[in-house]
């Protein structure tokens, strides 16, 4: 069950940013170069094929392959979920991008033992005006969220700051998956509700996690496939989500997952 005051949760020091900085740099740039190649006719396993090459050149690794443990291993290095798929699409050479698609590309590749975690959703060609409004309000919930993010602040406040985005346009709030604790591990304490669940837990400087909210066109409900990864909307309607790693400072918040130069709310 969800308490309402989470426990566990690390606060990394500097040398544990300086480690989150270069691993969301590099996330950044992997997820930039994926986007760049997002085109009709292209099929979802032409990313995960370069994502596999762009990780080798560099010696990193990426920490979707295998993930779960042996029993729901995730089979590929990145995930794709298009159209009305949530999250944890899985990438396929049968799956081809059409006109009118959005797909999200989220990425974690692992840099020096540290995880850097960021996603975003692209349209293939132009997007249907009610398809544009889903994404540019799904990042812009992902925007309102971080801004809540200083010490002091309460877990609670980043999803009710989403929900009330969302909720303005109509849209759902997927609940059934959370941003997270990140770090030497992939997912850790705490999770973070996109959606207004009451977590009274503290932000305090030196945590570090992701927000990564998922939106929907229609319900809020989603439900996972037979290959054990893969969440669609339960109405089939679309879903948009964008997700970066951020840790908490004095100050406030700075984002990992931005290229060097890059002001988020500029
Ligand atoms: N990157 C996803 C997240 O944002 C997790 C993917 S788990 C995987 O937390 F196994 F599907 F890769
Ligand atoms: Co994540
Ligand atoms: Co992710």
Request: proline share 4%; net charge negative; charged share 25%.
């Amino acid at each position: 069950m969800f308490s309402k005051v989470q426990k566990n949760i690390e606060i990394m020091n500097a040398e544990g940013f300086a480690g989150m900085r270069k691993a969301g740099r590099n996330a950044a740039s992997l997820l930039n170069h994926l986007s760049t190649m997002v085109k009709p006719g292209i099929c979802t396993q032409d990313l995960d094929d370069a994502a596999v090459a762009w990780v080798k050149e560099r010696g990193l690794i990426n920490a979707p392959l295998g993930y779960g443990g042996p029993d729901n291993a995730f089979p590929r290095s990145i995930c794709t979920s298009v159209n009305e798929v949530v999250c944890h699409g899985i990438p396929n050479k049968h799956e081809i991008l059409k006109k009118g698609d959005i797909i999200n590309i989220d990425v974690t590749p692992i840099t020096d033992g540290y995880h850097g975690d960021t996603s975003r959703t692209i349209f293939v060609g132009e997007p249907s005006d009610e398809i544009r409004k889903l994404v540019e309000t799904t990042e812009l919930c992902l925007r309102k969220g971080i801004e809540v993010v200083k010490p002091g602040a309460r877990l609670g406040d980043i999803g009710k700051a989403i929900e009330a985005c969302a909720h303005a346009r109509g849209y759902g709030v997927v609940k059934d998956f959370v941003g997270h604790g990140i770090g030497r591990r992939f997912h850790t304490p705490p999770q973070i509700a996109h959606y207004d669940n009451g977590d009274r837990t503290r932000i305090k400087a030196g945590m570090v996690f992701t927000i990564e909210p998922m939106i929907n066109l229609g319900t809020w409900e989603s439900e996972i496939l037979d290959d054990g990864w893969t969440a669609i909307t339960l109405d089939g309607k679309a879903s948009a989500q964008f997700e970066h790693t951020m840790g908490v400072t004095e100050k406030g918040v700075e984002i990992f997952t931005l290229e060097e130069g890059v002001d988020y709310f500029a």
